[in-house]
């Protein structure tokens, strides 16, 4: 079956230093989508690509889509302390069953 | 509150019991699913519905547990003969799909199950 892997699976950076999370799926994907859990809390969306080779941004983070769909990448320039989290990617949506990856878990160190 | 509401947030029961969960999504959303997350994992996927329509369901699941959208509203999602290895937070997200693409899904808070 399907499988989502994310690297790395835990990191902790320093507040201001930047933050990348990677999601490899092992078949094509049709369209992907980023979540964001914190501590104690439900997955929260964040953003769906579905373009090969798309990239899109929102204020620090930039998340992109692979040419070849299979995988994604979510970078945060300059964390916060809000940024604190677990990070999934998950796919594809649509009329089938939603994989989501093995999570990276985000430290943030005032 | 209009998000995606689950009920109850937290059930404790004893091995071999049957418990029964509940999901109401956001009203206008036509895909609701089903996920089950432990602790340090990513959500599993369990079953989804369009409408009242259960589509796919993990092979995963076994035997002991069913789920139902019977108007294409609220669901419930039974545990038949709970074990201890079905402790987790079950996790039920809705959506609106059009023309096929899901738009975004929203999560419900959880519901944790404990099997003691």
């Known amino acids: 079956g399907q499988q989502v892997m994310q690297i790395p699976q835990y990191q902790h950076v320093q507040e201001g230093e930047d933050f990348t999370t990677y999601c490899n799926s092992s078949t094509t994907l049709s369209n992907i989508q980023w979540y964001k859990q914190r501590p104690g809390g439900h997955p929260v969306f964040l953003i769906q690509?579905?373009?090969?080779?798309e990239v899109k941004k929102q204020k620090r983070l930039t998340f992109q889509f692979g040419e070849a769909k299979k995988n994604s990448s979510l970078h945060i320039t300059a964390t916060q302390t809000t940024d604190v989290g677990t990070y999934f990617c998950?796919?594809?949506?649509?009329?089938?069953?939603?994989?989501f990856g093995t999570g990276t878990k985000l430290q943030v160190i005032p | 509150d209009t998000g995606v509401s689950q009920n109850p947030r937290h059930k404790i029961t004893k091995r071999g019991q049957n418990v029964t969960f509940r999901c109401d999504p956001i009203s206008e959303h036509n895909r609701l699913y089903w996920y089950r997350q432990t602790l340090g994992q990513g959500p599993e996927f369990l079953t989804y519905f369009q409408n009242e329509a259960q589509l796919e369901k993990s092979r995963l699941l076994s035997d002991r547990f069913s789920a139902e959208r019977p108007k294409g509203s609220f669901s419930t999602l039974e545990i038949q003969r709970t074990e201890q290895g079905d402790s987790a937070m079950y996790l039920c997200a809705s959506s609106l799909a059009l023309q096929g693409l899901d738009t975004e899904a929203f999560f419900g808070q959880g519901t944790r199950l404990t099997v003691v």
């Open positions: 998950a796919g594809p949506w649509g009329y089938q069953k939603v994989t």
């Open positions: 690509l579905v373009k090969s080779g």
